[in-house]
């Protein structure tokens, strides 16, 4: 039965599929949804061909996107409609049924609603959703919409939805066909516009990413399957936002730098329009957008697979050019940036190493740290990423003004070196790479910070000799270390552990008070003691002190605690032993309510340090074993870098640093059995330290190990005798130390010695010399007479007073130095002979006698007659200057008995004085280093710091500021004594740094170069030393030092020379020094005219008592020179000296010596008219290079010193010689008293010149008076012979200084005129002519190097890096070669201009 068919709007005929009735509104809700899933059934059957079909359901079709159905309650109803509307699309596409465009939105957006319910995948109806959806990507139904005016408004609706409903629980299939819808409507639109654009973004934003990862990555697939299309979209919206800067145009404005990020990261070429944009951004003027782009930038760049920086050079450079930002934010983000770079792309290491490098230097602590992070890392995750210039720059922060970031490197470095040396992670090469580091961080053990040192120790326990290493382990990794460390780490792990044994010592002496009965003297001590310790071995001196007095009284409650401190310290202690005391100390003071506990912090710096972690008998033990292994050897000595031989000789010496620090390790009969053998091997060095070991360790050897005593005794008498000079000195203090019959057995090698000394054969004295005077200062009461005998008879009569053999006038090439091998044996033998008496007062300490007196004028007449006692001609000029030198020594020794300085005469002591300012270059140098090391451990009087001040004469610059670090640490050690010892304020005189201001003064008054009270040149000259030393003392104005010093000067002027009271020219002289050292003070101090803090007391030596009834207040000093000296106009450079003028004594009068002519062409550019006349025909060059400087002079000075000659060739280069001022004399002139002649700058300074100009040159007239020291220009040996040649125009280049005391009168200078090819060749010869210097590396205890200090005297001490120099120094002096013109040339850094401050 048929029903009546219903009608639709439109007015036709409505058919149902069969078997569905009409669907109303009248309807249940279940009726209605059991009839759609027919109709949804039927239009699932129905394809495109069906036009029959089609054509009869086309009223339904129109019917199911009525309203009644589009705004249905019931979900399953529109559901149903819209999967019918899905296929109704697909069936009658690529037509809609539907032409009105409202309908058409109303439609999709009805269907863009359902697509919600995708969001639950266990749904019942999900499968209809992922239905319609399938079907809606499938048919790209969304593209009809193409042809609505407002489309925009459904596909972002339509890209909402999809986003928002994506999400873990979808399968592939899901997200496939949202990317189809979505990714349809993009490439087949006319454009995207920016919402839609957006609400794809949006997803890319971190806020969003983080909250639906799947919306994150399916923006990120359409965005890489629609690059092509959407890329100009892309580039309009960050155009439009970073260049137009129109951040309305998008809510995502805020967010383009993570925009641009993510994008990159999805495909790099949705970009390609963007990023010369941000090259626009990186130039911005505002700071917080400069950083934001760098942030960017370095994330793009850094990138693992990056191609951005080769692809986009200008971008990258630009980007590079952000290191140099004015932005402290900016710099930062660009070095930590380096880091990824660096290690994500190798290839551009080259490109950040010169920004890198400037920023290790950046003024901001912040970023120099990051510096150092970022290198350090990079090299952590691979060695080959960092070059050897990055990890330069690492070296170089290990020195920075600031300690974080000195830490940073320094634990950066010892981080690589463990990896890659230690463990060996990287291979041989990349532990080759890093090998130097473990020399550089010992370096560091010299710095004066004690934080420093604490961390230099940290690193040597944890990383370079592991502490948790098994003994044999940690024995080998050590004796390695050692054999492969340079000289200088030797010495500052030397020092390491002796300071660290000194901290013990002073923690035995705190636990030793604690045992004593409680009074105010022990309370005293142990406050004193508590100070020393706080002050000198922990940081924060102020904190540690109140700490360790808190520790202390710990102490004094807690005897368990008292006995575990005990037993760290004691000599038995193991190293597990160890580890278990300071574990047990740190539990007992540990809080646990208390998560930072500063005291237990510094409690545990103080543990570190005493704690013996790597050294005990076992590990003395497993030494001994790897040394034997490679005496043997069996040893792995070439694996590990090193030579058997070298391994030996650093093994013992390993061990002889250790036999001072844990001398009760070594007392075992294996130990002694294998140093015996090590006595017995042919290497000198070896045997030396073997003995040194017995000397140390052996006291128990005479009741313990009988069988080793009878060993070791001929072995050491044996040495005594034939062996080395060193192993005959520790050969008797050995047995000294370790024998109770030690007065027979010295007897039996002093009585065969003192018998068979022959002065015949010098090279056989050497050793038996040295022995005598071991024994005669050991044991003095028992050698005393008969050495007296020796010295008399033998030591001075015929070994000192004699030269048996005449050697070559001028010694071998006229050096003033030669190396050891090179210097004759007599003189060897004198040198010891020297030391022999010193060292036989030493013992006698009695300055009663007449051997004191006769010694030290016998060490006089040593230095007045320049080294030749005999005055006879016979020795070298080398051999001169080693006897100079032992003989100003000596008297430096013996002033450091107080018995004998009492006696040491003022003449005496400014005599040993001017060895300080020797002719030869290391004589000086070793003389000073003597000095202050004496100084420095306050064995020698006051007064000897004076000597310093002459230093300021020294041409050399590295003498200079070596000599100014000197007085920098005498003044500091004395100083920091006198606050660590109340006693000390007791002593005051001879201790307080500002009271050696009256002995600089008295020695400048006796200057031999002050002849001329009113010479401007000589004034400056004392103003110049003056400063030298106020400088330092005036540094800080301590308790008015000032106003101090001030009034100590003027009470000199009350008094008179003690040395001379009566002489008053000496007087004049004594209160001129007086008043240029009050115009020094008072010009460079504001506070001096402030109440001084107490009265001075003068030295009664050398000033006598003031006269109360008169007073001085005379200025001695002419208005002229007052006013030069005020003025501080730079001096006239003048020709330098070469001649330490003679000390005026009794019974010996100055010989005046035949003047020569000497011409100097001065071209310095602040000369003044009093210097002598120039040479006219130089007069353009007188703007000098900077590279054209004098050992001793500011300004650049060259010289060009010739004479007249009847013929000169127009084309022949003027050649400039300097000559020693005895060359041209007769032979039978004799030496003056107290002089050296200056020799020039190298030690090859020739003394040869052709007899022809002896003749002619001595008419000459007599040139002005020069300064003590070198002469400004070196000369080669070959430059010399060169010129020596008799064809050569006579006299030319001769240089002569007068002898005469009172100087002579202003020579008549003559005017050269010099041929235009000369000046030329002068010309080019001044630009690469510079001073050749030899050096002998020395280093002390201290650190104190003889150094080439490339900054200024005002440089910090701690800023120094003191081995740099001494590494170089001497290959400076070996390229040394000839120009091509015959000058002299030298590869070396001139002065800076302004290197000294010029009063």
Request: aromatic share 6%; net charge neutral; hydrophobic share 35%.
């Amino acid at each position: 039965m048929a029903f009546p068919q219903p009608k639709s709007a439109d007015g036709k005929i409505i058919i149902y599929p069969p078997g569905v009735k009409e669907i109303t509104d009248k309807i249940s809700n279940d009726e209605l949804v059991k009839r759609l899933k027919m109709v949804v059934k039927t239009f699932m059957d129905m394809d495109q061909d069906s036009e029959d079909e089609k054509q009869q359901y086309l009223p339904l079709a129109l019917h199911l996107a009525s309203e009644f159905f589009l705004r249905n309650p019931n979900k399953d109803v529109r559901l149903l409609v819209a999967c019918c509307l899905a296929d109704i699309f697909r069936i009658y596409a690529p037509e809609a049924p539907y032409t009105s465009h409202d309908k058409l939105k109303d439609i999709f957006m009805f269907i863009t609603r359902q697509l919600k319910g995708l969001e639950d995948t266990k749904s019942p109806q999900f499968n209809r959703y992922f239905y319609l959806l399938e079907n809606l990507a499938w048919v790209k139904s969304y593209n009809i919409c193409f042809e609505l005016e407002d489309c925009n408004e459904i596909f972002i609706q339509l890209f909402r939805t999809l986003f928002s409903v994506i999400n873990n629980s979808h399968n592939q299939k899901v997200q496939m066909h949202m990317l189809d819808l979505m990714s349809s409507i993009i490439m087949e639109g006319d454009g995207v516009t920016q919402d839609l654009l957006d609400s794809i973004l949006i997803n890319l934003i971190p806020a969003h990413k983080n909250m639906n990862k799947q919306a994150y990555d399916l923006a990120k697939v359409l965005l890489k399957r629609t690059a092509q299309t959407i890329e100009p979209c892309i580039a309009s919206f960050f155009n439009q936002v970073l260049v137009l800067g129109k951040s309305s145009v998008s809510d995502l404005s805020e967010h383009v730098f993570d925009l641009i990020m993510e994008l990159f990261a999805i495909d790099p070429h949705l970009l390609l329009s963007v990023m010369p944009q941000l090259e626009f951004k990186l130039k911005s003027n505002d700071g917080e957008e400069r950083l934001a782009v760098v942030r960017l930038l370095a994330k793009l760049f850094g990138a693992k697979d990056s191609e951005l920086a080769t692809q986009n050079r200008p971008l990258w450079q630009c980007f590079l050019g952000r290191f140099n930002d004015i932005h402290v934010p900016v710099r930062l983000e660009c070095v930590k940036f380096a880091s990824h770079c660096l290690m994500n792309h190798p290839d551009l290491a080259k490109d950040l190493t010169e920004y890198l490098k400037v920023r290790s230097h950046d003024p901001e602590e912040a970023i120099r740290h990051d510096v150092i992070v970022t290198i350090i890392t990079a090299g952590k995750k691979d060695l080959s990423l960092v070059n050897d210039q990055l990890l330069g720059f690492v070296r170089e922060r290990t020195l920075d003004k600031r300690w974080r970031v000195r830490k940073e490197a320094m634990m950066g470095l010892a981080q690589l070196y463990k990896k890659y040396c230690l463990h060996a992670e990287a291979g041989k090469e990349a532990a080759q790479k890093v090998n130097w580091i473990k020399d550089k961080l010992l370096h560091i053990y010299y710095q004066n910070s004690i934080d420093d040192k604490l961390l230099v120790e940290k690193i040597f326990a944890q990383y370079l000799v592991p502490h948790n290493l098994e003994t044999e382990e940690r024995m080998k990794c050590l004796y390695y270390l050692y054999a492969s460390l340079d000289p200088n780490a030797v010495k500052a792990l030397n020092e390491m552990w002796k300071c660290q044994n000194m901290l013990r010592s002073h923690v035995r002496e705190l636990l030793d008070l604690h045992k004593q009965p409680a009074s105010e003297a022990n309370n005293t001590a142990m406050f004193a003691k508590l100070m020393a310790i706080a002050t000198e071995n922990l940081p924060d001196p102020g904190k540690a002190q109140d700490f360790m007095k808190k520790f202390n009284q710990v102490l004094g409650d807690d005897e368990r605690l008292r006995a575990q401190l005990e037993l760290l310290i004691s000599p038995a202690c193991s190293c597990k032993q160890a580890e278990v005391c300071v574990r047990e100390i740190t539990r007992k003071l540990a809080n646990p309510k208390q998560p930072t506990n500063p005291f237990l912090e510094m409690v545990k710096f103080l543990l570190e340090r005493i704690a013996p972690v790597h050294i005990d008998s076992e590990a003395i033990s497993s030494l001994v074993k790897l040394m034997n292994k490679s005496i043997e050897g069996t040893a792995d000595d070439e694996e590990e870098g090193v030579t058997p031989d070298s391994a030996i000789r650093a093994g013992l010496e390993l061990l002889k640093v250790l036999s001072f620090t844990h001398p009760t390790s070594f007392h075992s009969s294996e130990t002694y059995e294998s140093l015996l053998q090590c006595l017995k091997m042919e290497d000198d060095k070896v045997a030396e330290a073997a003995i040194q070991i017995f000397r140390n360790t052996g006291h128990k050897i005479e009741t313990d190990l009988l069988q080793i005593r009878s060993t070791l005794i001929p072995i050491l008498h044996q040495k005594a005798k034939r062996g080395t000079p060193r192993q005959a000195k520790q050969a008797v203090h050995c047995i000294h130390a370790i024998f109770t019959n030690k007065e027979v057995q010295l007897a039996q090698i002093f009585e065969p010695l003192s018998k068979s000394l022959n002065a015949d054969t010098p090279e056989q004295l050497i050793t038996p010399l040295v022995s005598l005077g071991h024994i005669a200062m050991l044991a003095p009461d028992q050698f005393a007479s008969p050495m007296k005998s020796v010295v008399a008879n033998f030591i001075v009569k015929d070994l000192l007073m004699n030269d048996r053999v005449c050697q070559f006038p001028g010694g071998k090439n006229g050096k003033l130095w030669t190396p050891n091998e090179e210097v004759s044996p007599e003189v060897l033998a004198k040198v010891q002979a020297i030391k022999l008496l010193v060292r036989w007062l030493l013992g006698m300490k009695n300055n009663q006698s007449k051997s004191a007196n006769s010694t030290l004028r016998l060490l006089s007449a040593m230095l007045v007659s320049e080294g030749d006692l005999t005055e006879q001609k016979k020795i070298s000029k080398s051999d001169m200057s080693r006897l100079r030198l032992a003989a100003g020594c000596a008297i430096l020794k013996l002033a450091q008995e107080p018995c004998y300085h009492e006696i040491i005469t003022p003449e005496q002591f400014q005599l040993c004085a001017l060895v300080i300012n020797d002719e030869c270059y290391q004589v000086r140098q070793i003389f000073a280093l003597k000095l202050h090391k004496a100084l420095g451990k306050l064995l020698l009087p006051l007064e000897y710091m004076a000597v310093f001040a002459l230093c300021a004469k020294d041409p050399v610059k590295e003498r200079r500021a070596h000599a100014r670090q000197c007085l920098l640490k005498n003044i500091s050690i004395r100083r920091e004594y006198i606050k660590q010892n109340p006693m000390a304020h007791e002593k005051l005189l001879s201790l307080l740094p500002e009271y050696v201001v009256p002995y600089t003064v008295h020695l400048l008054a006796h200057d031999p170069d002050f002849t001329k009270t009113q010479d401007i040149e000589q004034l400056r000259d004392i103003k110049e030393c003056l400063w030298f030393m106020l400088e330092v003392l005036m540094t800080k104005n301590e308790n008015n030092s000032h106003a101090f010093i001030r009034k100590m000067v003027e009470n000199i002027k009350q008094t008179k020379d003690a040395q001379a009271p009566d002489d008053g020219k000496m007087n004049e002289k004594l209160y001129i020094v007086c008043d240029v050292a009050l115009i020094v003070i008072t010009t460079k101090s504001t506070t001096y005219n402030l109440d001084s803090p107490k009265d001075p007391v003068l030295p009664t030596k050398f000033f006598t008592p003031p006269d109360k009834d008169s007073s001085n207040n005379k200025c001695y000093l002419s208005d002229e020179a007052k006013t030069l000296l005020l003025t501080g106009k730079p001096k006239p450079a003048t020709v330098l000296g070469a001649v330490n003028k003679p000390l005026s004594a009794a019974g010996r009068r100055p010989q005046d010596r035949t003047p020569v002519l000497e011409m100097g062409s001065n071209i310095s550019g602040n000369s003044e008219p009093s210097s002598p006349p120039p040479n006219r025909g130089r007069e353009q060059n007188s703007e000098a290079p900077e590279t054209e400087i004098s050992e001793n002079e500011e300004n650049p000075v060259i010289l060009l010193t010739v004479v007249p000659a009847k013929t000169e060739k127009k084309d022949e280069p003027v050649r400039n010689k300097e000559m020693s001022s005895e060359q041209s004399l007769p032979p039978q002139t004799s030496t003056e008293r107290g002089k050296k002649r200056t020799a020039p700058a190298g030690s090859e300074n020739i003394q040869q010149i052709p007899e022809e100009r002896k003749s002619e040159e001595s008419t000459a007239p007599v040139p002005p008076k020069a300064r003590r020291g070198r002469p400004p220009k070196a000369v080669s040996e070959s430059n010399t012979a060169k010129n020596s040649d008799p064809n050569k125009a006579a006299g030319r280049g001769r240089k002569r200084v007068a002898a005469s005391q009172e100087g002579p009168a202003e020579p008549e200078t003559t005017n050269v005129k010099v041929p235009k090819q000369q000046e030329t060749n002068v010309k080019r010869a001044s630009a690469q002519r510079q001073m050749d210097l030899q050096r002998i590396q020395v280093l002390d205890s201290d650190g104190y190097s003889v150094m080439d200090l490339e900054s200024t005297p005002e440089s910090s001490a701690e800023e120094l890096d003191l081995f740099k120099s001494c590494e170089s120094s001497q290959n400076e002096v070996d390229n040394t070669k000839l120009a091509e013109r015959g000058f002299l040339k030298v590869r070396r850094k001139s002065m800076p201009k302004g290197r000294r401050q010029r009063l």
